[in-house]
C-alpha cells in the first residue's frame, strides 16, 4: 500500500529540541519530494518546505528558513522535520505529503503529527 | 494574509450544486496554472480533490471539477452530499512554492 506514516503525537517545553518523522512506503521514495505542512488549531494550511530524498536537496518556504531542518534518510525511506529549540507558537498539526515527479501538487499525505509546546 | 483568497464560508442543500472560488493577486497568476484543490474533513489529513486547474485523481468522484478564469480558480461539487462537508484549500505552485488559499468550510444544510 502506498502510504506516508508519521510518528506519534509529542507534548515539549520551550527551548526543547524534537524531530518528527515521516515513513514512506509502496512507492520509489527517491523519486518524489516529500513536503512538509504546518497547521495551527482552527487555522488553514502554511507551505513549510520540501526534500528530495534522491539527492536530499532541500527547499524551504521563506516563512519557515532558518526555523526548521528538513531531511530524509533514503535507507529507512524516512523524512524528517527538526527544531532546535521550540517555541509555544510552534504548537500545530504537522503533515508531510508527497509531490510527483514533474508535480505541482501533494498527491498523498501523511496522517499528522500533534506537536504541542507549553511550559 | 493569504495571496489565494477564498470565501470563508459557503452551503448548499443536499443534491445542489456549490461552487467555491479562489482569487489569485497579481504576483501569483504565475503560478496559477497549477492550481489544487484539498478537502479537509474534521479530524482529518487534506485529501487531493483536483490538481492542474481541472483534472481529477484517481478515486475522487466526478461530483467534482476545477475550472480556472483570468486570476480565479474553481471548484465545483455537484450533487452535494452530507460527507462532503469540510473545509476546502485552493493552492498554487510557484518556484518550489506553494501557497494555499485561507480555506472555505462548506456547510451541507
Known amino acids: 500500500e502506498v502510504q506516508l506514516v508519521q510518528s506519534g503525537a509529542e507534548v515539549k517545553k520551550p527551548g526543547e529540541s524534537l524531530k518528527i518523522s515521516c515513513k514512506a512506503s509502496?512507492?520509489?521514495?527517491?523519486?518524489?519530494?516529500i513536503g512538509w505542512v504546518r497547521q495551527v488549531p482552527g487555522k488553514g494550511l502554511e507551505w513549510m518546505g520540501f526534500v528530495y530524498p534522491g539527492d536530499s536537496d532541500t527547499r524551504y518556504s521563506p516563512s519557515f528558513q532558518g526555523q526548521v531542518t528538513i531531511s530524509a534518510d533514503k535507507s529507512i525511506t524516512t523524512a524528517y522535520l527538526q527544531w532546535s529549540s521550540l517555541k509555544a507558537s510552534d504548537t500545530a498539526m504537522y503533515y508531510c505529503?508527497?509531490?510527483?515527479?514533474?508535480?505541482?501538487?501533494?498527491?498523498?499525505w501523511g496522517q499528522g503529527t500533534l506537536v504541542t509546546v507549553s511550559s | 494574509q493569504s495571496a489565494l483568497t477564498q470565501p470563508a464560508s459557503v452551503s448548499g442543500s443536499p443534491g445542489q450544486s456549490i461552487t467555491i472560488s479562489c482569487t489569485a493577486t497579481s504576483s501569483d497568476v504565475g503560478g496559477f496554472d497549477y492550481v489544487s484543490w484539498y478537502q479537509q474533513q474534521p479530524g482529518k489529513a487534506p485529501k487531493l480533490m483536483i490538481y492542474e486547474v481541472s483534472n481529477r485523481p484517481s478515486g475522487v468522484s466526478n461530483r467534482f471539477s476545477g475550472s480556472k478564469s483570468g486570476n480565479t480558480a474553481s471548484l465545483t461539487i455537484s450533487g452535494l452530499q452530507a460527507d462532503d462537508e469540510a473545509d476546502y484549500y485552493c493552492s498554487s505552485y510557484t518556484n518550489y512554492n506553494f501557497r494555499f488559499g485561507g480555506g472555505t468550510r462548506l456547510t451541507v444544510l
Open positions: 509502496g512507492y520509489s521514495f527517491t523519486s518524489y519530494w
Open positions: 505529503a508527497r509531490l510527483p515527479p514533474a508535480g505541482d501538487h501533494l498527491d498523498l
